[in-house]
Structures are given as structure tokens and as C-alpha cells.
């Protein structure tokens, strides 16, 4: 385990494995039951939206993690849930990117200021971002363009 704040952590079924998901302050670390080493570290920069389905009982977490989705099945009612609201409140409160250099006037969009439109449209349609700060985002970013 890391120094790190540990916001949540649970256990589910990944792959059919047994998996240990934990959130701390850097972002998500994986260990699978009964592997050798330290596990999977995942930053938060890398992932762009969670969603979870519940439940009596036990409900499935789906992380989008760039852009492919890892859903855990089998995860505890109230884990579920927790780690879903502590995920969001951290992806919410990520510093953001440093900004790119301000183009050439007249210069096109570059790619990567198109990528981060599209990010930022993935993040407020996973529930990560509400509209406002969605809209609030998108200014800033063509501003910069």
C-alpha cells in the first residue's frame, strides 16, 4: 500500500478474479488476490468517468479508464457507492493540465485542444461534471484557442 490518503477501497470480481480496489490520493491501486507484487497503479489523470449499478445486495462499479471500461461485479452495496461518490469528488478536484501555448492567430484548433474538448464532454456525460462546470471548462479551453 502507499503512504497516501485512502478515500475507499473495496473488493470485486474483475476478469473472475478476486480484485482489492482502493482510492487514495493519487489515484486507484489494483491488487489481485494472491498476486506476487505490488499491483496495478492507476493515476487519476487516467481515468475519465465511474458508474455504478446496484443491487440488494452487491452491484457492478464500470471506471472508464482512457476511454476503455473496467467493470467490477460483485462489489458491496454501500462500497459501491462510496467509492463511486469518493472517485467523483477526486476526479472533480484534479488540478487540471497545465495549458498549452496559445496558437498563432489564425492557426486551426490543434488536435490536443480538440482532445481535451471531447475529455471534458465524456467527463460532464459520465456525471463527473455538471453542466456548469462543463460550460464553465469549455470557455476557458476556447479562449485559449
Same mark, same amino acid.
Given at each position: 500500500?502507499?503512504?497516501?490518503? /485512502? @478515500?475507499?477501497?473495496?473488493? $470485486?470480481?474483475?476478469?473472475?478474479?478476486?480484485?482489492?480496489?482502493?482510492?487514495?490520493?493519487?489515484?486507484?491501486?489494483?491488487?489481485?488476490?494472491?498476486?506476487? $507484487?505490488?499491483?496495478?497503479?492507476?493515476?487519476?489523470?487516467?481515468?475519465? $468517468?465511474?458508474?455504478?449499478?446496484?443491487?440488494? @445486495?452487491?452491484?457492478?462499479? *464500470?471506471?472508464?479508464?482512457?476511454? /476503455?471500461?473496467?467493470?467490477? *461485479?460483485?462489489?458491496? =452495496?454501500?462500497?459501491? =457507492?462510496?467509492?463511486?461518490?469518493?472517485?467523483?469528488?477526486?476526479?472533480?478536484?484534479?488540478?487540471?493540465?497545465?495549458?498549452?501555448?496559445?496558437?498563432?492567430s489564425g492557426t486551426?484548433?490543434?488536435?490536443? /485542444?480538440?482532445?481535451?474538448?471531447?475529455?471534458?464532454?465524456?467527463?460532464?456525460?459520465?456525471?463527473?461534471?455538471?453542466?456548469?462546470?462543463?460550460?464553465?471548462? =469549455? /470557455?476557458?479551453?476556447? =479562449?485559449?484557442?
Amino acid at each position: 500500500m502507499t503512504d497516501d490518503r /485512502a @478515500w475507499s477501497s473495496t473488493s $470485486g470480481m474483475l476478469d473472475g478474479r478476486l480484485v482489492l480496489v482502493e482510492l487514495t490520493d493519487d489515484g486507484l491501486h489494483l491488487r489481485v488476490d494472491g498476486d506476487p $507484487g505490488d499491483g496495478e497503479r492507476i493515476p487519476l489523470s487516467r481515468i475519465t $468517468g465511474v458508474d455504478a449499478q446496484v443491487g440488494a @445486495w452487491t452491484g457492478y462499479v *464500470s471506471i472508464e479508464i482512457d476511454g /476503455a471500461d473496467r467493470t467490477f *461485479s460483485r462489489v458491496p =452495496k454501500r462500497e459501491a =457507492k462510496a467509492l463511486v461518490e469518493a472517485l467523483r469528488a477526486q476526479l472533480r478536484h484534479r488540478p487540471e493540465p497545465a495549458p498549452e501555448p496559445a496558437p498563432e492567430s489564425g492557426t486551426p484548433p490543434t488536435g490536443s /485542444a480538440l482532445e481535451e474538448l471531447e475529455r471534458l464532454g465524456r467527463l460532464r456525460h459520465n456525471g463527473v461534471l455538471t453542466e456548469a462546470e462543463f460550460e464553465s471548462a =469549455k /470557455a476557458t479551453l476556447l =479562449k485559449r484557442l
